[in-house]
Each structure stands twice: as structure tokens, then as C-alpha cells.
């Protein structure tokens, strides 16, 4: 229309010059006077200016709509550039989360929070169970309600998050299912996209990350697109950090030559215990081995003889104590078990497999011996320190008799 108008106007600007020219516009008579305008001309030049505004009128319309549409962008511009702002900002939080907390579960529900409440996309975690049958939801403080927290996916090879479990591919889909999770219907959760991630750890895939977001609205889209897999990656920190720092953990309280429990590890599970057995929970066992004369096995087989006769001890002791119990070397040539849950039958029972056990392995010689002492907690004992002394008494007790068990109950 604007282009019709604009021709027009030079076509009327071009006659108004020729009919100047010709001096036909306005021109006097022989009396000296000017002639009237003719009614064509006027009608002519009304026409002319009649287009002159309507032409002005429609640019100002069509500048007014691209100005708005300018406004939109800028908005819209304006509002990418505070998400992306804000998503960073919230990618530094996580990471100072990551390196203060060690509680993966913790740091998982804050990193979800924090993207629900900041960045408009919900959060999920699900990892690979223990026996790699099921996908788990652990961590989704928005993402569903607390009575769909126990949400596990299980095997299915047609299943998008086993898909990319697998795959190690990202996946999106515009419109999230429900049923994919086996939760009933949320009207509210699938009027929005979906966006898997995997979650990789040392070139295994150990779960998927799933990202819920309103597409309909761009920004969102882009801050999830260019967000997303920064947020994966801080989610990767932070499991592989859980992990490290469980090592690390086990590590330091391990001892170093036999695989068992240290000497601080069992202090702090016999102070724990101990006060759980005397509130009732349970009834607490304790045994000492020691293994004899271990200074003249070391003196004439060589120091290096007697740590394989130790590791050896150490790997009867663990075969042949129940799960629950807790083996731990407590120093040099002495051992310690603790044993929840446990009467004076089953400790002695127990204690009678273990040396059988170092009395029938091959990497032990027939030479050496042990002594076994062992108590169950009673009223009467009034600390932990107390409960070790008995059954260490007992242990030198048992020393009257090589191979022997003595239980002072």
C-alpha cells in the first residue's frame, strides 16, 4: 500500500509541475486579473495532498509497529541477558556448593532447587541401581510430589531415558510423558518439553538427567539448551566427588596392610554401638584374637614374612565373621571383631570358625597360633573402655592353651 501511495504522489508531484509550467494553474486575463481555478485542479491538487497524508499516516502506523517489534526484541534481549546472568550466578553457587559439601544428596537437592526457582526448568536425578535394573529418581524436590520420590524406571529398551542411558546421546522431546516415569497423569508437568542428559563418570554412563521447561517461551528454551549440559557437568562434580571423598574415607580408615577396619574406625563404631546397645537396640559382641608369638616369626622369617602371615589372618577373620560384623586390625598382631546383634552361642560359634579358619589356611604356617577372648555386653558395664578390657582379659586367658577360646560372660 505504502509503495501504491508513493507512486502515486509522484505522479501528482510531476503533474503539478507540468501544469505549472504550461502556466495553465493559474494565469490572468487580457483585464490584468488571474483566472479562477479550474474544479479539475482543485479536485487534483485535494487528491494530491489527500495522498501525501494518508501516505505519512500509514508510515507512521508502519513505524509504529516495527518500533514495537524493536521493543519486543529488546525485551525479550533484555530478559535472555538477566537469565543468563542469573544462570550464571547459579552455576558459581553450585560449584562453591560442590566444593564445601560432601553430602551428595544435599548438594542435588540445592543444585535443583536453585534451578527450578532461577532458571524456570526443573530438575531430576536418576541413577543406575545397584543391579543396573532400574533407573532411580533420587533427587527432585520440583519436579514431582513426595509421594512419587521412590519413582524407579525399570529395563525397557523402548524407554527414553534407558535410551539415553545407553546411548550416551542428549535426547529432547517437545512434550513430557508421564507415563514414561510410571507416576499417574500431571497435567502441569506435561504442558512442558523435556530435555535427557546422561550423566557420565569415568566413560560409564551412571544415569540421566532430566530438565523440564516451558518452550513456548524462548528464553527458557535457550537457557536450558546452553545451560543444561554446564549443569550436567556440575552434576558429574559432584557425584564424583561423593565417590572420591568415600574413598578417601574407606582409605583412611582402612589399615593399609590387611583391608581391614583401622584402629579409628573401630574407636568410633565401639563408642556408637556401645551406646546403642545400652539404650536397647541391640545386644553388643566383642572378640580379641591375637596371634602368638608373632615377634618370633618376624625375627626368623623376616618382616616381610610376617605382613603375609598378618594379611592372611586378617582374610580368615573376614571369611568366616558374619556380614554385619565389623573386623578391624587393632594394632601390630591383634585383631578385634565386633559383633551387633549377637548372643553368647553364636559369638563363641563364631569365634571357634575363625580359628578354624587360620588353622586351615595354606598361607599360614601350622606353627602359628592364636588366642581368642570374648565378652557380650551386660548392665553391669558401664563403658566401652570396659567391654574391650574384659574381652581382652579373656583373650589372655585363652593364651593358657594355643588355638583356644575363652568368653567371660
Known amino acids: 500500500m505504502q509503495k501504491f501511495l508513493k507512486v502515486i504522489i509522484v505522479v501528482f508531484t510531476i503533474a503539478i509541475i507540468v501544469f505549472f509550467i504550461k502556466d495553465s494553474y493559474l494565469a490572468t486575463n487580457s483585464k490584468g486579473e488571474y483566472n479562477s481555478l479550474h474544479p479539475a485542479v482543485l479536485i487534483f491538487f485535494a487528491l494530491y495532498l489527500y495522498t501525501i497524508v494518508k501516505y505519512y499516516n500509514l508510515s507512521i502506523k508502519e513505524n509504529s509497529k516495527k518500533l514495537q517489534e524493536l521493543n519486543k526484541q529488546l525485551v525479550a534481549r533484555n530478559n535472555l541477558l538477566q537469565l543468563n546472568n542469573e544462570a550464571l550466578k547459579v552455576l558459581l553457587e553450585i560449584r562453591k556448593m560442590i566444593s564445601i ?195 618370633d616369626v618376624n625375627d626368623t622369617m623376616g618382616h616381610s614374612y610376617g605382613d603375609k602371615v598378618l594379611s592372611a589372618v586378617a582374610a580368615s577373620i573376614k571369611s568366616s565373621i558374619r556380614e554385619n560384623d565389623i573386623a578391624c586390625r587393632y594394632g601390630g598382631d591383634e585383631f578385634v571383631v565386633l559383633m551387633p546383634g549377637i548372643t553368647t552361642n553364636i559369638l563363641e560359634d563364631v569365634s571357634l570358625r575363625v580359628i578354624n579358619s587360620i588353622q586351615n589356611n595354606k598361607d599360614i604356617p601350622k606353627s602359628v597360633t592364636i588366642s581368642v577372648g570374648g565378652t557380650v555386653n551386660k548392665k553391669e558395664i558401664k563403658t566401652p573402655e570396659e567391654l574391650l578390657e574384659i574381652a581382652d582379659r579373656a583373650m589372655y586367658k585363652a593364651k593358657d592353651i594355643k588355638n583356644s577360646l575363652k568368653i567371660i560372660s
Open 101 to 295: 559439601s560432601q553430602n551428595v544428596k544435599v548438594t542435588l537437592e540445592k543444585i535443583s532447587q536453585s534451578c527450578n526457582e532461577k532458571l524456570n526448568f526443573k530438575t531430576g536425578v536418576f541413577m543406575l541401581s545397584a543391579d543396573k535394573k532400574t533407573l532411580d529418581l533420587i533427587i527432585s524436590p520440583c519436579f514431582c510430589s513426595d509421594e512419587k520420590k521412590q519413582v524407579k524406571i525399570s529395563y525397557d529398551e523402548n524407554s527414553e531415558y534407558w535410551q539415553v542411558l545407553q546411548s550416551g546421546e542428549n535426547l529432547y522431546f517437545s512434550q513430557f510423558d508421564c507415563t514414561s516415569l510410571n507416576t499417574p497423569a500431571d497435567n502441569e508437568l506435561e504442558k512442558l518439553s523435556c530435555y535427557l542428559m546422561p550423566i557420565k563418570v569415568e566413560a560409564n554412563n551412571i544415569g540421566v538427567v532430566t530438565y523440564l521447561f516451558d518452550s513456548s517461551v524462548k528464553e527458557f528454551a535457550e537457557i536450558v539448551f546452553n545451560y543444561a549440559p554446564l549443569v550436567t557437568q556440575e552434576i558429574t562434580t559432584a557425584i564424583k566427588n561423593s565417590k572420591t571423598y568415600v574413598k578417601l574415607l574407606e582409605q583412611a580408615e582402612k589399615d593399609e596392610l590387611t583391608g581391614l577396619y583401622n584402629y579409628r574406625h573401630f574407636k568410633n563404631k565401639l563408642n556408637k554401638m556401645f551406646e546403642e546397645s545400652k539404650n536397647g537396640e541391640y545386644s553388643l559382641g566383642l572378640i580379641m584374637i591375637d596371634v602368638d608369638n608373632f615377634k
